[in-house]
């Protein structure tokens, strides 16, 4: 069982509301109090004076989530690095790992992938990102992103589940389960030069966006895939070339 045990009253507050809203059994007591018997792994304050034998996790007010997902690991049984897998896309799949207990997912647009992988990795302890090997452009503009965590590049055949009744839009993120489960190559950067088909597609997005049925042409079409434009930022620019 989880016990939160501290002074502090946002720590309290935030982690008592975490583990209420996944469904977690956990009691609280005040600090200086016996535990009770079936106390697994104890949520505290750094300065919060606990006298226990169990497991102990600190943190404050602003950590309550993830001091959440240690307790739930230490709970599972998993403990272990947190490891974070991505299916790579136009919003990737995004799977939180602590040992073997998935304790965050997340489905974003691509834009805001880099910014959830280095919020989910800043604190943690040895950790370690795999991007699956699919949509290549998009898996390579996380990957070139990302500087300061280990990342590995990942097979990703067969790991998006059959989904059933009701489970749409859940298989990026079961893809991203099991593409952090499985073992990679180590890599630094990923340089992918698109096909022609590629460009044609962005070339054709450039004018389904457009207002005046505009196109962009292969250089820009080729910036967008490499993530350094957007599709509305390389029109606005194609249409500065033209003025």
Do not use: W
């Not at 792994?41 to 226990?52: E, G, N, R, S």
């Not at 489960?181 to 962005?202: A, F, K, W």
């Amino acid at each position: 069982m989880i016990v939160v045990a501290t002074a502090d009253f946002e720590l309290y507050h935030e982690a008592v509301a975490e583990l209420r809203s996944r469904g977690v059994t956990f009691t609280t007591v005040e600090p200086g109090d016996p535990l009770p018997d079936r106390a697994t792994v104890v949520i505290t304050a750094p300065d919060d004076d606990i006298d226990t034998d169990c497991s102990r996790v600190t943190a404050t007010g602003d950590e309550a989530r993830r001091a959440v997902d240690e307790a739930l690991a230490v709970l599972r049984g998993g403990g272990g690095r947190t490891i974070v897998g991505v299916d790579p896309g136009t919003r990737p799949g995004i799977a939180v790992l602590s040992g073997e207990t998935v304790v965050a997912a997340f489905h974003v647009p691509l834009s805001d992938a880099v910014e959830v992988i280095q919020r989910e990795t800043d604190d943690a302890v040895d950790p370690l990102v795999r991007i699956g090997d699919g949509a290549r452009l998009q898996g390579a503009k996380i990957i070139n992103a990302l500087d300061e965590v280990p990342v590995e590049l990942v097979d990703e055949t067969g790991t998006t589940p059959y989904l059933g009744s009701g489970a749409r839009g859940m298989g990026d993120v079961l893809a991203a389960v099991n593409i952090a489960q499985r073992d990679g190559q180590r890599i630094d950067s990923r340089e992918i030069e698109p096909t022609d088909g590629e460009l044609q597609r962005i070339k054709t997005k450039s004018r389904e966006q457009s207002k005046d049925n505009r196109t962009i042409d292969d250089e820009l079409a080729r910036r967008v895939a490499g993530g350094e434009l957007s599709i509305q930022e390389a029109l606005d620019e194609h249409r500065e070339r033209e003025a």
